[in-house]
T-cell receptor
């Protein structure tokens, strides 16, 4: 079985400030890790994924995440946020490289204030 | 290239009724996954269809059932609706296995059970 814990349900931050959204996971088998963004009244969009190789992965919209196997974490970061980054962010794990049959965390609401 | 579409957008049903939700997968995709996203929570995996066969199921009762058609579109059927079935239902399509693939989400169907 696998589970995902997103440690912060809400993260308020000012525009142009850095942000980190935290994600921890547990699994009895090797998994792949994903971050998604969900804007109001829309489906989920893939931000980035870790499958193998370098533990620092870069995604769209200037986001990056670091896989830490010893701490079973996959935190999402952005050095400078914009108002348009306000959205819900989900961390997910899957035994499949294409993220099929994923287990999701409960999400973190990122609110960027002017 | 047409993305993943879902219908209807919104739906209101009463307890005990039955509902059918529809999903058209992205062109070239043969795999569809369905997720239930309750308010304030992350998506939960319901089941996946690959080439018209069920290919994995989450922790949902048998009254949640599905179909995939030869054109790879899919339906989610829920019988004997309960109040707790109120949620956003998301479908995601992908082109099978392979680490260059990802699942693409539709905008969802919001189901309200009264």
């Amino acid at each position: 079985a696998q589970s995902v814990t997103q440690l912060d349900s809400q993260v308020p931050v000012f525009e142009e400030a850095p942000v980190e959204l935290r994600c921890n996971y547990s699994s009895s088998v090797s998994v792949y890790l994903f971050w998604y963004v969900q804007y109001p009244n829309q489906g989920l969009q893939l931000l980035l994924k870790y499958l193998s190789g370098s533990t620092l992965v870069k995604g769209i919209n200037g986001f990056e995440a670091e896989f830490n196997k010893s701490q079973t974490s996959f935190h999402l970061r952005k050095p400078s946020v914009h108002i348009s980054d306000t959205a819900e962010y989900f961390c997910a794990v899957s035994k499949n490289t294409n993220a099929g049959k994923s287990t999701f965390g409960d999400g973190t609401t990122l609110t960027v204030k002017p | 290239e047409t993305g993943v579409t879902q219908s209807p957008t919104h739906l209101i049903k009463t307890r005990g009724q039955q509902v059918t939700l529809r999903c058209s997968s992205q062109s070239g995709h043969n795999t569809v996954s369905w997720y239930q996203q309750a308010l304030g929570q992350g998506p939960q995996f319901i089941f996946q269809y690959y080439r018209e066969e069920e290919n994995g199921r989450g922790n949902f009762p048998p009254r949640f059932s599905g179909l995939q058609f030869p054109n790879y579109s899919s339906e989610l059927n829920v019988n004997a609706l309960e109040l707790d079935d109120s949620a956003l239902y998301l479908c995601a399509s992908s082109s099978g296995q392979g680490d260059r693939n990802e699942q693409f989400f539709g905008p969802g169907t919001r189901l309200t059970v009264l």
